[in-house]
């Protein structure tokens, strides 16, 4: 996976693996699962994100937060811009699909505004109904 780094807060540690991406280190005494890792590269190569910090926010499956640099506009060889993002996974990885769909607004708070198109209708849902989305969207994602 070309492009993609995670740099955390401890002492170095390489991948054995040449086209793995460089992992820095883990930044607490958690670790990361590989399908955790595997799901977070695939989304972010989706969303063109090159990821620069990632965290563990529970002992939760999948529960990681991570920020750095993200591409926007630009297809097809015109200008390109990058800009700083931060990400949860679990809406990070529904963002990625065609999240504006019944399969998702049905599980959702605010199913009206997720179908219209509103993306606050997914990111404003209670936890427990982002995981049930995030369900799917990893379903999707496999």
Same mark, same amino acid.
């Given at each position: 996976?070309?492009?993609?780094?995670?740099?955390?807060?401890?002492?170095?540690?390489?991948?054995?693996?040449?086209?793995?991406?460089?992992?820095?280190?883990?930044?607490?005494?958690?670790?990361?699962?590989?399908?955790?890792?595997?799901?977070?590269?695939?989304?972010?190569?989706?969303?063109?994100?090159? &990821? $620069? #910090?990632?965290?563990?926010?529970?002992?939760?499956?999948?529960?990681?937060?991570? !920020?750095?640099?993200? %591409? @926007?506009?630009?297809?097809?060889?015109?200008? &390109? $811009? #990058?800009?700083?993002?931060?990400?949860?996974?679990?809406?990070?990885?529904?963002? !990625?699909?065609?999240? %504006? @769909?019944?399969?998702?607004?049905?599980?959702?708070?605010?199913?009206?505004?997720?179908?219209?198109?509103?993306?606050?209708?997914?990111?404003?849902?209670?936890?427990?109904?982002?995981?049930?989305?995030?369900?799917?969207?990893?379903?999707?994602?496999?």
């Amino acid at each position: 996976m070309k492009g993609l780094e995670i740099v955390v807060h401890q002492p170095k540690v390489r991948s054995p693996k040449k086209k793995e991406p460089k992992i820095a280190a883990v930044s607490e005494v958690f670790t990361f699962r590989q399908e955790e890792l595997d799901l977070l590269f695939k989304v972010a190569k989706h969303e063109r994100e090159t &990821i $620069e #910090t990632l965290k563990r926010r529970s002992i939760r499956l999948y529960d990681l937060e991570y !920020s750095g640099r993200k %591409s @926007t506009g630009g297809h097809h060889g015109s200008y &390109i $811009e #990058t800009c700083a993002f931060s990400a949860w996974l679990p809406l990070s990885a529904i963002s !990625s699909l065609d999240w %504006s @769909t019944s399969e998702f607004a049905d599980l959702s708070d605010y199913p009206d505004m997720a179908l219209s198109g509103d993306w606050s209708g997914i990111r404003d849902t209670c936890p427990e109904g982002i995981w049930e989305m995030f369900e799917v969207a990893r379903q999707k994602l496999k």
